[in-house]
């Protein structure tokens, strides 16, 4: 039984985590990050971020131990976990803030659920084996829905949160970033240590598992509240693109039809609109590139800073005007 229990403890911590992972990639529907990328991301918090965090608790626990030795079992999962493994997680994402794939709001959300389910996937693993070496399957089974489908999805959410935030103000300048990088490690942080806290305190106090209840409420009402934020941010970043597309066939890069068809997932992901001779898919990642780059000029543009993205998104313009002629559109 141990053996088997240990073998499934593989799949159990694993399937789980790539089938969030995958639905968070589809969601976002208009512009949807490289899977390589995403999966690079996720593997950082499978494997990085998992050993920078078991240093920091590491290290953050040393003082614990010598000042305040019977506090560990509440000080280390409410304030060391949440200290130790948030910037672990987060770290991924600063040093994205240089790729062209990180376009805004919504990549950070993707990226930062990639390096949350990824550390997730690990961690549950590593708890999964406790009750599988002891062969009790019952115990084995209630952890892995509890840590499947809420502190792993924790997990994602508080990294989505950074992310959510670097991306809001990746182009909005230095100063900005710094602020809101910030604000959302502590917002991460602070989720982390309720969900931490909640779960701890239950037995200490005597609760009667009221406190792992209202834990469980919170939780479930932080995953619609982060889930209705994103979608909406995925609705903006359609009426962004919709605007910009609009105002390149006014340009004459594309017909009004056809920017309006690229505008709506819908209408754009079923069926053929194009051409035989035209590669769709090709002619929708240049629109979708061009209307991204332009959104991102205007913020610059703010601080003077166009320059870099107007010979790209010109490059944007003649490649999709030589992949399908305007005057064929018509």
């Known amino acids: 039984m141990p053996f088997l229990l240990l073998i499934l403890s593989v799949f159990a911590a694993a399937l789980p985590m790539l089938g969030f992972l995958t639905a968070v990639w589809w969601l976002d529907r208009y512009e949807r990050e490289p899977p390589a990328l995403v999966f690079g991301v996720f593997v950082w918090g499978a494997v990085g971020a998992v050993i920078l965090a078991l240093i920091g608790s590491g290290v953050l626990t040393i003082p614990v131990h010598l000042v305040a030795p019977k506090a560990g079992a509440i000080v280390g999962p409410v304030f060391i976990a949440p200290l130790a493994e948030e910037p672990a997680k987060a770290l991924i994402l600063l040093l994205l803030l240089r790729s062209r794939h990180f376009d805004g709001i919504t990549d950070g959300f993707v990226y930062g659920a990639a390096a949350g389910l990824g550390f997730g996937m690990t961690e549950n693993f590593l708890y999964f084996t406790g009750p599988a070496i002891a062969g009790n399957a019952g115990g084995w089974l209630g952890l892995v829905m509890l840590r499947t489908f809420f502190s792993a999805v924790m997990h994602a959410m508080a990294t989505s949160l950074v992310g959510a935030a670097l991306g809001w103000a990746k182009f909005r300048g230095g100063a900005t970033v710094t602020m809101a990088g910030a604000i959302g490690l502590a917002a991460a942080m602070a989720m982390h240590a309720t969900w931490n806290g909640l779960i701890t305190l239950d037995p200490v106090v005597v609760a009667g598992g009221s406190l792992a209840a209202l834990d469980i409420l919170l939780l479930a009402a932080e995953f619609v509240l982060v889930f209705v ?102």
């Open 229 to 330: 934020v994103f979608q909406g941010c995925v609705l903006v970043e359609s009426l962004g693109i919709r605007r910009q597309l609009l105002d390149e066939a006014q340009r004459g890069t594309l017909a009004a039809s056809t920017a309006t068809t690229l505008s709506s997932w819908t209408q754009r992901s079923f069926g053929r609109w194009t051409p035989a001779e035209v590669d769709q898919a090709d002619y929708t990642r240049l629109a979708m590139t061009l209307a991204m780059r332009k959104n991102q000029a205007a913020l610059l543009t703010r601080r003077g800073e166009d320059a870099p993205l107007a010979n790209e998104i010109q490059g944007l313009r003649d490649a999709m005007a030589a992949s399908w002629p305007r005057r064929h559109q018509e």
